[in-house]
């Protein structure tokens, strides 16, 4: 009796059984390293992601302060104005409260109208030249948000 019967042993087989199974775990070695190799690739494309979308937030935030700064610059300007000339108050309130107006205008069209109405207001102006200049750059600042 041989040992191949009385165990039922195939050492050929057994090479072919391991061949196979090699073979079968490279290539399942191989689709798990591609598949890990891919998430990590999103993860990066993911984080690349989001800090160019937090570094435009910041930008965006950035920007806003900047704008409101530059809006409301001209308060304490406008504050000094009045004080400096307590006789035109009425005059510089008057164009003051159209400024306003002109940035709340809805559209373009009613924006130009009330520029070129402060425009006039503000050249009519019986003050100094300097206020009267002064008036003039933020009814021109104001009507600009419009262009």
Do not use: C
């Not at 406008?78 to 307590?86: K, P, S, W």
């Not at 109405?117 to 021109?140: C, H, I, P, S, W």
């Amino acid at each position: 009796m041989d040992k191949k019967s009385k165990f039922n042993f195939d050492p050929e087989r057994l090479v072919r059984k391991s061949k196979q199974d090699l073979v079968s775990l490279e290539i399942d070695h191989r689709s798990s390293l591609q598949a890990f190799e891919q998430f990590w690739e999103e993860q990066a494309k993911q984080e690349e992601y989001e800090k160019q979308k937090k570094e435009r937030y910041q930008l965006d935030v950035l920007n806003t302060l900047k704008n409101i700064e530059a809006n409301t610059a001209y308060l304490q300007e406008m504050r000094d104005l009045l004080v400096e000339n307590r006789e035109f108050q009425q005059e510089i309130l008057e164009i003051h409260t159209g400024i306003l107006e002109l940035a709340a205008s809805p559209n373009e069209e009613t924006a130009k109208t009330k520029y070129r109405q402060l425009l006039d207001k503000a050249r009519n102006f019986t003050g100094d030249v300097e206020t009267m200049g002064k008036l003039m750059k933020y009814v021109t600042d104001t009507y600009q948000m419009f262009s």
